[in-house]
């Protein structure tokens, strides 16, 4: 597999670390349920077939945090970005809508 | 013909002057079972044996029966040997493929004690006994009888040929590479393909796992653009090798096709030599990332199923055909040609140019195309339409075939060669290994490629365009395609004009009445009663026929096989091919030897090995090392006289406890942090404060997971206002910097903080011990001060040393002692080692390694990786008092769980040995005194322990059941593994200085 790093370009596999979904957001400890929003931040995870918006480490690179877009059954990457930008990348919406 | 003629033929015999495209002026030698043959370079050693007459070069798999050579390339089932001897030697090479070189050592496999009399072939007797499912159903019970009797007796009489016994002596490589425009296969489509893609000035990479390009052109007598074809295949190689940026990759096979346009191949660089030339590797594996491919894999030829149909003499026709043009080899004198299909009726004027004899073509059809028909009277052969070969007689090879004609007579015609030809079957494996289904093609009765991976075209036989015309017309629009796809500009695609020919077929999967077996897998002796037996008890579905009746599942991943099988199961559920469908082909096409996939990845070098800045003074020192993640470190420095590792250990404990002992530890982990929110950063990802340390000072901190788990502990120094450098445990640095790199840009994004890892730019040396400040005074520059005063335990700061060099200077204590570390730039790490050692003479100092830091770091009760394990909180390790209630952190909220904080969890606590002699190991489970000794009564377990010359004797720490509320309490430590169980005194975890004041001095 190649992943497109925002900053190195098309990289090998090799050289990045999978992490998992990217949709998360780490809840307000402040929250009254934030026992219960936190398991399901740490634990819960939906393992969808098909699209997935996921992170990934370039760690033998520039270090970047990733947001990819892929088709979990094919493994095509849609769309790349860094994960300090924050959302997709104009076309994944569309990309997304497809799958 | 009689059998023992074959053996006594003079030397190359069946060799064909005048035929062939090898070079036949020289003659190399060969041994096959021992006895010495004669070759020419060029051949295969199947063609070298068919040569030379030897018929005979493997005994099946499972019925021991004898068999010759199937085909002519990689798809072979039967002609198995073991090729070269010793350390060399290699299992189940396939004799087809194998390159002659001289001095080449063969020997046949699967038999005893030798070829020709083979005790095990009884097995034929008992083949209703051996029939699909045999193991499944006969080695039931009693289940002990499986590994004592069974598996045994079963491993001998199975089995192909023995790996070598010694490691291989040779090396492999790895190659990445990326081109426009790969081409899979080197035979007419290939070429064209890869010539058209050149023409558009694209970068190209062909692929052919024969020592030529050519393919079909070099075994066929075909003429293209009026040239014949192997003199075409001979002139585009050489074209293909003189133009930049095309890399011609001969004895390479594509063997899968993976996610991102990535292809892997195996170059066999040295398999044709005897030993690999200096420097060179025995095999190449390479990554292709190719934006575009043109798979032109060609298709193999289906054998014929009837009655005794593994005979050795039973051969494909394209097969007898390659022997012949390719070679200059005829595979025998006598032969009878058996067909379904037009393709094989050249077969007949290649036999006969070669000098033999056609006694018979046989073709199941009854009806002949006109122009077939006319090519058969003028070969004036004796053509049975409509009839069936039924069965082949013979023992260690064929002597003659039994032939039903339509009308139902019998006949039996002498004969030594039997050229069968069944149909041709599109190679789409890598077109599927992506998990594409493929697509039933009547015309042709065979499969071909239907949803593809992206970036690839297929061309030619792959895609079950079998002429040669449409081989050539397809590679050379498709290579123009994907060079143009590559980003290559548009060009035309030449054309190349061709002999007409025929090629129309009538599918046979398996001749009615037979006698005898009648083989559909050669290599896992699969017959069609075995397919017929799968139906019957159930094992209709593909997958099922194939693992019940081990179908496809030898080497050649039933090349040869697959199709005949589950068309023969489609009769027999009374559906069709399409509806039966096929199994899923994986990587690897061809196998794949597993030292290449090491590359050179083994021995020492399976892993990297980083060296510490005192390497080269430590090893001249006669140290001893050992393994921290991929660090080589010193575990003890041995002096002369020292009886063993632990008396050494002891002196090296004894006079840092003492005077002063000096550690390399550069390999702990040193990641930068600077940014105005670091403190804001080192709160969230800490658990205890930080807000108010001061510049110049440096505190000990912990990290959680986010579930609450201890990640990592470490002390972080506050270098400025806004710059820290924090110190992370040697196993986790790379892991630790991965998440403190997620928290910052994933988490808090917009916090103004930056990392560097900078482990590899410093040498630090621990100094510690009481003689410390006096060392540390012999090389720190004298404008600094270093006293008590000025420079406090957990003190940080910047100074010179040894005139003038910049260093960083802490006073930290792994040891429990008055300690400081130094840091320099790496590349003065040698130099300071060694001025720290001079320096240290006049204190009687010494070095240590690993093994005395890990005896002080337990006698002071400091946490290591097998506390640190992943299931410990910082409550469970006594920690849970640095935890800060006035801020939010990493594992906060999950690590507050009511579980978690339960009382009952195993915590951290010392323990000491009731008897002093006792020995404490790591392992060692906790019970309560008196309890059985049984899973149910576990409390806990050993994790870290030494033996503390200090104390006199073992002390231990561990993960106790309530653990700090049971200091004073005996418990038993069971360790079963070593056979000890014995009591010791439940203590607090800091046996040494408890209350720190050799630490400030």
């Given at each position: 597999?190649?992943i497109?790093?925002?900053?190195?370009?098309?990289?090998s596999l090799?050289?990045?670390v999978y992490y998992?979904?990217?949709?998360?957001?780490?809840?307000?400890?402040?929250?009254?349920?934030?026992g219960?929003?936190?398991?399901?931040?740490?634990?819960?995870?939906?393992?969808?077939?098909?699209?997935?918006?996921?992170?990934?480490?370039?760690g033998l690179?520039?270090?970047?945090?990733?947001?990819?877009?892929r088709?979990?059954?094919?493994?095509?990457?849609?769309a790349?970005?860094?994960?300090?930008d924050g959302?997709?990348?104009?076309?994944?919406?569309?990309?997304?809508e497809?799958s | 013909?009689s059998?023992?003629d074959?053996?006594?033929e003079?030397s190359?015999?069946?060799?064909?002057?005048g035929?062939?495209?090898?070079?036949?002026?020289?003659?190399i030698?060969?041994t096959?079972?021992g006895r010495?043959y004669?070759?020419?370079?060029?051949?295969?050693?199947?063609?070298?044996?068919?040569?030379n007459?030897?018929?005979?070069?493997?005994?099946s798999?499972?019925?021991?029966?004898p068999?010759g050579?199937?085909?002519?390339?990689?798809?072979?089932?039967?002609?198995?040997v073991?090729?070269r001897?010793?350390?060399?030697?290699?299992p189940?090479?396939?004799?087809?493929?194998?390159?002659?070189?001289?001095?080449?050592?063969?020997?046949s496999q699967?038999?005893?004690?030798s070829?020709a009399?083979?005790?095990l072939?009884?097995?034929q007797?008992?083949?209703?006994?051996?029939?699909a499912?045999?193991?499944?159903?006969?080695?039931?019970w009693?289940?002990?009888?499986?590994?004592?009797?069974?598996?045994?007796?079963i491993?001998?009489?199975?089995g192909?040929?023995?790996?070598a016994?010694?490691?291989?002596?040779d090396?492999?490589?790895?190659?990445?590479?990326?081109?426009?425009?790969l081409?899979i296969g080197?035979?007419?489509?290939g070429?064209?393909?890869?010539l058209?893609?050149?023409s558009?000035g694209?970068r190209?990479?062909?692929?052919?796992?024969?020592?030529?390009?050519?393919?079909?052109?070099l075994?066929?007598?075909?003429?293209?653009?009026e040239?014949?074809s192997?003199?075409?295949?001979k002139h585009?190689?050489?074209?293909?090798?003189s133009?930049n940026e095309?890399?011609?990759?001969?004895?390479t096979?594509?063997?899968?096709?993976y996610?991102?346009?990535t292809?892997g191949?195996?170059?066999?660089?040295?398999?044709?030599?005897?030993?690999p030339?200096?420097?060179?590797?025995r095999q190449?594996?390479?990554?292709i990332?190719?934006?575009r491919?043109?798979?032109?894999?060609?298709?193999?030829?289906?054998?014929?199923?009837?009655?005794?149909?593994?005979?050795?003499?039973?051969?494909?026709?394209?097969?007898?055909?390659t022997y012949?043009?390719?070679f200059?080899?005829?595979p025998?004198?006598?032969?009878?040609?058996?067909?379904?299909?037009?393709?094989a009726?050249?077969?007949?004027?290649d036999?006969?140019?070669?000098g033999?004899?056609?006694v018979?073509?046989?073709?199941?059809?009854?009806e002949?195309?006109?122009?077939v028909l006319a090519?058969?009277?003028?070969?004036g052969?004796?053509?049975?339409?409509?009839?069936?070969?039924?069965s082949t007689?013979?023992?260690r090879?064929?002597?003659?075939a039994?032939v039903?004609?339509?009308?139902?007579?019998?006949r039996?015609?002498?004969?030594?060669?039997?050229a069968?030809?069944?149909?041709w079957?599109p190679?789409?494996?890598?077109?599927t290994?992506l998990?594409?289904?493929p697509?039933?093609?009547?015309?042709i009765?065979?499969f071909?490629?239907?949803?593809l991976?992206?970036?690839?075209?297929?061309?030619?036989?792959?895609?079950g365009l079998?002429?040669?015309?449409?081989a050539?017309?397809s590679g050379?629009q498709l290579?123009?395609?994907?060079?143009h796809?590559?980003?290559r500009?548009?060009?035309?695609?030449?054309?190349y004009?061709?002999?007409?020919?025929?090629?129309?077929i009538?599918?046979?999967?398996?001749?009615?009445?037979t006698?005898?077996?009648?083989?559909?897998?050669f290599?896992?002796?699969?017959?069609?009663?075995?397919?017929?037996?799968?139906h019957?008890?159930?094992?209709?579905?593909?997958?099922?026929?194939?693992?019940?009746?081990?179908?496809?599942?030898g080497?050649d991943?039933?090349?040869t096989?697959n199709?005949n099988?589950?068309?023969?199961?489609?009769?027999?559920?009374?559906?069709?091919?399409?509806?039966?469908?096929?199994t899923?082909a994986?990587?690897?096409?061809?196998?794949?030897?597993?030292g290449?996939?090491?590359g050179?990845h083994?021995?020492?070098?399976?892993?990297?090995e980083?060296?510490?800045?005192?390497?080269?003074?430590?090893?001249?020192?006669?140290?001893v090392?050992t393994?921290?993640?991929?660090?080589l470190?010193p575990?003890?420095?041995?002096?002369?006289g020292?009886?063993?590792?632990?008396?050494?250990?002891?002196r090296?404990?004894?006079?840092?406890?003492?005077a002063?002992g000096?550690?390399d530890?550069?390999t702990l982990?040193?990641?930068?942090?600077?940014?105005?929110?670091?403190?804001?950063?080192?709160?969230s990802?800490?658990i205890?404060?930080w807000?108010?340390?001061?510049?110049?000072r440096?505190?000990?901190?912990?990290?959680?997971?986010e579930?609450g788990?201890?990640?990592?502990d470490g002390?972080?120094?506050?270098?400025?206002?806004?710059?820290?450098?924090m110190?992370t445990?040697?196993g986790?640095?790379a892991?630790?910097?991965?998440h403190l790199?997620?928290?910052?840009?994933c988490l808090?994004?917009?916090l103004d903080?930056?990392?560097a890892?900078?482990?590899?730019?410093?040498?630090?040396f621990s100094?510690?011990?009481?003689?410390?400040?006096?060392?540390?005074?012999k090389i720190?520059?004298?404008?600094?001060?270093?006293?008590?005063?000025?420079?406090p335990?957990?003190a940080?700061g910047?100074?010179?040393?040894c005139g003038g060099?910049?260093a960083r200077?802490?006073?930290?204590?792994?040891s429990?002692?008055?300690?400081y570390e130094?840091?320099?730039p790496s590349?003065?790490?040698?130099a300071?080692?060694?001025?720290?050692?001079t320096a240290?003479?006049?204190f009687d100092?010494?070095?240590?390694?690993?093994?005395a830091?890990?005896?002080?770091?337990?006698?002071?009760?400091?946490?290591?990786?097998?506390?640190?394990?992943g299931?410990?909180?910082a409550?469970?390790?006594?920690?849970?008092?640095m935890?800060?209630d006035?801020k939010?952190?990493?594992?906060r909220?999950?690590?507050?769980?009511?579980g978690?904080?339960d009382?009952?969890?195993?915590?951290?606590?010392?323990?000491?040995?009731?008897?002093?002699?006792?020995?404490i190991s790591?392992?060692?489970h906790?019970l309560?005194?008196?309890?059985?000794?049984?899973?149910?009564?576990?409390e806990?377990h050993?994790?870290?322990?030494?033996?503390?010359?200090?104390?006199?004797?073992?002390?231990?720490?561990?993960?106790?059941?309530?653990?700090?509320?049971?200091?004073?309490e005996?418990?038993g430590v069971?360790?079963?593994?070593?056979?000890?169980?014995?009591?010791?005194?439940?203590?607090?975890?800091?046996?040494?200085?408890?209350?720190?004041?050799?630490?400030?001095?």
């Open positions: 597999m190649r497109n790093c925002p900053c190195c370009g098309e990289r090799d050289e990045f998992g979904d990217a949709d998360l957001r780490r809840p307000d400890p402040q929250d009254e349920e934030a219960a929003k936190f398991i399901a931040y740490v634990y819960e995870r939906t393992n969808p077939s098909g699209f997935h918006r996921e992170l990934w480490y370039h690179g520039c270090r970047t945090w990733i947001v990819a877009e088709d979990t059954r094919t493994h095509e990457i849609y790349t970005c860094r994960a300090v959302g997709a990348p104009e076309g994944a919406a569309a990309d997304r497809r | 013909m059998e023992r074959a053996s006594k003079a190359q015999s069946f060799r064909v002057p035929m062939g495209s090898i070079d036949t002026t020289r003659t030698t060969f096959f079972d010495i004669e070759g020419h370079p060029g051949d295969t050693l199947a063609s070298a044996l068919l040569a007459g030897v018929r005979l070069v493997g005994r798999f499972k019925y021991h029966r068999r050579i199937l085909s002519a390339g990689s798809e072979e089932p039967n002609a198995l073991e090729l001897t010793g350390n060399r030697r290699e189940n090479t396939k004799a087809t493929t194998v390159e002659l070189y001289d001095g080449l050592e063969a020997s699967n038999r005893w004690p070829l009399f083979d005790v072939s009884i097995n007797l008992a083949g209703s006994v051996l029939s499912g045999f193991y499944y159903k006969t080695f039931m009693p289940a002990a009888f499986w590994e004592k009797l069974y598996e045994p007796v491993r001998r009489a199975a192909l040929g023995r790996a016994s010694e490691a291989d002596p090396s492999y490589d790895k190659v990445t590479a990326h081109c426009d425009v081409v080197g035979g007419p489509a070429l064209a393909a890869a058209s893609a050149a558009a694209a190209v990479i062909i692929a052919d796992e024969n020592p030529e390009l050519g393919g079909r052109c075994a066929e007598k075909r003429t293209i653009d040239m014949p192997a003199v075409w295949a585009a190689q050489e074209k293909l090798r133009t095309v890399r011609v990759l001969t004895r096979t594509v063997f899968g096709v996610d991102g346009r292809y191949a195996l170059e066999r660089v040295s398999d044709h030599l005897p030993v030339p200096q420097h060179q590797p190449r594996l390479w990554r990332i190719a934006k491919v043109v798979l032109a894999s060609g298709a193999t030829e289906r054998p014929m199923v009837f009655g005794e149909n593994d005979r050795p003499g039973v051969m494909l026709a394209g097969a007898v055909r012949i043009n390719r200059g080899v005829v025998g004198r006598h032969a009878a040609v058996f067909a379904n299909n037009d393709d009726i050249t077969t007949i004027a036999i006969q140019r070669a033999a004899e056609v018979a073509y046989v073709d199941s059809r009854k002949l195309s006109p122009a090519v058969l009277s003028e070969a052969v004796d053509a049975i339409l409509g009839g069936h070969v039924e007689t013979g023992t090879h064929i002597t003659g039994t039903r004609t339509a009308d139902g007579e019998i039996n015609l002498p004969c030594d060669l039997i069968m030809s069944g149909g079957n190679n789409l494996q890598l077109a290994h998990n594409a289904r697509h039933w093609n009547e015309t009765a065979a071909v490629p239907s949803a991976p992206p970036g690839m075209a297929v061309a030619g036989a792959a895609n079998l002429t040669l015309a449409e050539l017309a050379a290579g123009i395609e994907a060079a796809e590559a980003g500009p548009a060009v035309e695609a030449r054309s004009s061709t002999t007409p020919e025929a090629s129309s009538a599918p046979l999967w398996r001749v009615p009445e006698k005898g077996k009648a083989f559909v897998d290599q896992h002796d699969v017959t069609t009663d075995d397919v017929v037996l799968a019957r008890e159930g094992f209709a579905a593909v997958e099922h026929l194939k693992r019940y009746t081990t179908l496809g599942m080497t991943q039933g090349k096989s199709v099988a589950l068309a023969i199961m489609a009769a027999l559920t009374e559906s069709t091919i399409p509806a039966v469908g096929t899923t994986r990587p690897p096409y061809t196998p794949v030897a597993i290449a996939l090491g050179a083994r021995g020492r070098d399976f892993k990297p980083r060296l510490p800045p005192s390497y080269k003074w430590a090893r001249e020192q006669g140290a090392f393994q921290a993640g991929l660090w470190r575990q003890y420095f041995p002096r002369p020292e009886r063993d590792w632990q008396e050494t250990v002891f090296e404990v004894d006079t840092t406890r003492n002063v000096i550690c530890v550069s982990g040193k990641i930068d942090v600077q940014g105005r929110d670091a403190i804001k950063f080192l709160e990802i800490y205890n404060n807000g108010s340390l001061a510049v110049g440096a505190r000990y901190g912990v990290m959680l997971r579930d788990m201890v990640l990592d002390t972080t120094a506050r270098l400025g206002e806004h710059h820290f450098l110190t445990t040697t986790n640095a892991k630790v910097l991965q790199e997620f928290c910052r840009q808090w994004p917009d903080v930056q990392l890892p900078v482990t590899d730019q410093w040498a630090q100094m510690a011990g009481p003689k410390s400040r006096d060392l540390l005074r720190v520059d004298s404008e600094f001060d270093i006293s008590d005063a000025a420079f335990y957990m940080a910047e100074v010179a040393i060099l910049k200077l802490f006073r930290l204590s792994f429990g002692e008055r300690a130094i840091a320099v590349r003065y790490g040698d300071l080692i060694r001025r720290l050692m240290t003479e006049e100092g010494t070095a240590y390694g690993t093994e830091m890990g005896v002080m770091r337990i006698e002071k009760g400091h946490l290591g990786a097998a506390e640190m394990n299931t410990t909180t409550y469970d390790l006594g920690l849970g008092r935890m800060s006035r939010d952190f990493i594992g909220t999950l690590g507050s769980r009511s978690l904080m009382p009952d969890r195993p915590r951290l606590v010392g323990l000491r040995p009731i008897n002093p002699k006792h020995k790591a392992g060692a906790l309560p005194q008196k309890a059985h000794r049984t899973a149910a009564n576990d806990g050993v994790t870290s322990a030494a033996f503390s010359p200090i104390l006199g004797h073992t002390i231990a720490l561990g993960l106790l059941k309530r653990g700090p509320e049971r200091v004073g005996i418990v069971c360790d079963p593994v070593r056979g000890r169980d014995i009591l010791a005194k439940v203590v607090s975890p800091e046996f040494f200085d408890p209350s720190g004041e050799k630490l400030r001095g």
